[in-house]
């Protein structure tokens, strides 16, 4: 049975910083690529960032570059995401998602991820 399970979400002011885990099990995550998405109400799926098992080449969206950073442990097929200058817009839920099936790299489109975690919330307020 596939199991992401995220982590690490919570409440933060403003300029802080939070670091949220997805721990995943029940599949080969060598050759996989994983992705951070995020979601506030009546808005689409956001692409944060996507880490590709096999060598860790990273991509991050543009606009959250410098502030959020995405990274593995392959010994615990663990994703992470390192969140830090924080501010009230990044308030969503978070989610990390799988992609088993990747062909040419990882893409950061949410319908290519076949497997996601239940998400966590991050609230940033003062």
């Known amino acids: 049975q596939v199991r992401l399970v995220e982590s690490g979400g919570g409440s933060v002011q403003p300029g802080g910083s939070l670091k949220l885990s997805c721990q995943t099990s029940g599949y080969k995550y060598s050759g996989s690529c994983m992705a951070w998405f995020r979601q506030t109400p009546g808005k689409e799926r956001e692409g944060i960032a996507t880490i590709l098992a096999d060598g860790g080449t990273t991509y991050t969206a543009d606009s959250l570059k410098g502030r959020f950073t995405i990274s593995q442990d392959l010994s615990k097929n663990t994703v992470y995401l390192q969140m830090n200058s924080l501010k009230p817009e990044d308030t969503a839920t978070y989610y990390c998602?799988?992609?088993?099936?990747?062909?040419?790299?990882?893409?950061?489109?949410?319908?290519?991820?076949?497997?996601w975690g239940q998400g966590t919330q991050v609230t940033v307020s003062s």
């Open positions: 998602a799988a992609d088993t099936q990747v062909r040419y790299g990882c893409t950061i489109l949410p319908t290519y991820y076949n497997y």
